[in-house]
């Protein structure tokens, strides 16, 4: 069985308010993208990566984190869209012959090979499943006046992370499904298939410390957690 991962490194990272974008940003220096990267690379499970970045980056991309680096299995660079789901399209439309897809987002670094091995077992499985924690917080739903609404039980909130890994053919459906209607509400895949793939998604432990980049302070978290790893 083919398995293939999608990683994003396409977004504007509007939220770090940074002159470089977050992907690219150093971290004990080296780029937030070269630790999702080099985790994908060193996987057994992995045979190939398809890097999905701007399309002004694609050569950096080459020079400075995949030659660089020596970054084997990143057979395809695609030039992502305007939004993520955009840019995992442009992902999958990349990959050949894949059984499974691994969509990941470089702005990740902690994703683990355990990770990457408990997602692979409930693909298997289940066809369709999700890396995420459950929530720590108790969670309110909120009315379009800013008053609580509804109080899930926190017992059924987790926190949904990457890595999202599908069959491919799956995956691939959804999102052309998808595609002919409006997908502004869209912001992970899992969406997708809840809605058009007929398969219900299997919930995977991912990892508190599999946070994304998205805020300054996400950085300083960053760097602490690979000063403990160290
Ligand atoms: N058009 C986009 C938007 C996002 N991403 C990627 O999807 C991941 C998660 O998205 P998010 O944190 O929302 O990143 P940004 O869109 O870059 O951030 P912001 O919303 O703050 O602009 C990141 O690895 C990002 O690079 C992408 O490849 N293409
Ligand atoms: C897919 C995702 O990482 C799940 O948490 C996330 O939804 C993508 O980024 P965003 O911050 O929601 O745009």
């Not at 070269?34 to 992995?46: D, G, H, K, M, R």
């Not at 694609?58 to 869209?81: H, M, S, T, W």
Request: aromatic fraction near 8%; charged fraction near 30%.
């Amino acid at each position: 069985m083919k398995c293939t991962a999608i990683v994003l490194a396409a977004g504007q990272g509007k939220r770090m308010n940074s002159n470089i974008q977050k992907q690219f940003l150093m971290i004990k220096g080296k780029p937030v993208l070269y630790y999702s990267l080099a985790v994908f690379e060193q996987s057994p499970e992995i045979e190939e990566i398809v890097l999905v970045t701007g399309k002004d980056c694609i050569e950096y991309c080459k020079k400075e984190i995949i030659d660089l680096y020596g970054f084997q299995k990143v057979k395809k660079i695609a030039a992502g869209g305007r939004e993520r789901y955009d840019s995992v399209y442009a992902g999958l439309c990349a990959c050949e012959d894949c059984d499974y897809v691994f969509i990941h987002d470089g702005a990740r670094p902690f994703v683990t090979e355990a990770m990457i091995k408990r997602t692979k077992e409930a693909v298997e499985k289940y066809d369709a499943c999700i890396a995420g924690m459950p929530s720590k917080d108790t969670v309110k739903l909120a009315d379009e006046n800013g008053m609580v609404a509804n109080t899930p039980k926190r017992s059924q909130v987790w926190t949904i992370q990457t890595p999202q890994v599908f069959s491919y053919s799956l995956i691939r459906e959804a999102h052309e499904k998808a595609r002919q209607y409006d997908m502004k509400e869209i912001t992970d895949d899992s969406m997708l298939v809840e809605r058009y793939g007929k398969v219900p998604v299997c919930l995977v432990e991912g990892a508190y410390e599999n946070l994304k980049i998205t805020t300054p302070e996400d950085i300083l978290v960053a760097e602490k957690i690979l000063e403990k790893n160290s």
